[in-house]
């Protein structure tokens, strides 16, 4: 079955700097692309960003300067490095996967706030 598991969340004042991070399991985690979403209060979920298997980024354009997403392989977990964090970046993040011929998973989300 698989699971992810994002941490690394939290308070942060605008400016800030936070890494997010998600550990996956019941997959072959190399072979996969995984992403980053953000839902805000009041909005729909967003990608943020995104990592294929050979490691080709996509990141959101209202982000791309100031976001980055890695993975390692060997530790399967899936990074996203978050600089000069504003107010309006604050949401839940969630790590996502889907497998070939399956669903997407989801994780549980991890809270990201940022005061001004």
């Known amino acids: 079955q698989v699971q992810l598991v994002e941490s690394g969340g939290g308070l942060v004042q605008a400016g800030g700097s936070l890494r997010l991070s998600c550990a996956a399991s019941g997959l072959i985690f190399s072979m996969h692309t995984m992403k980053w979403y953000r839902q805000a209060p009041g909005k729909q979920r967003e990608l943020v960003a995104s990592?294929?298997?050979?490691?080709?980024?996509n990141v959101a354009d209202s982000v791309k300067s100031r976001f980055a997403i890695s993975r390692d392989n060997a530790k399967k977990t899936v990074d996203l490095q978050m600089n000069s964090l504003k107010p309006e970046d604050t949401a839940v993040y969630y790590c996502?996967?889907?497998?070939?011929?399956?669903?997407?998973?989801w994780g549980q989300g991890t809270q990201v706030t940022v005061s001004s």
């Open positions: 996502n996967v889907r497998p070939f011929g399956q669903n997407d998973y």
């Open positions: 990592i294929s298997s050979t490691g080709g980024t």
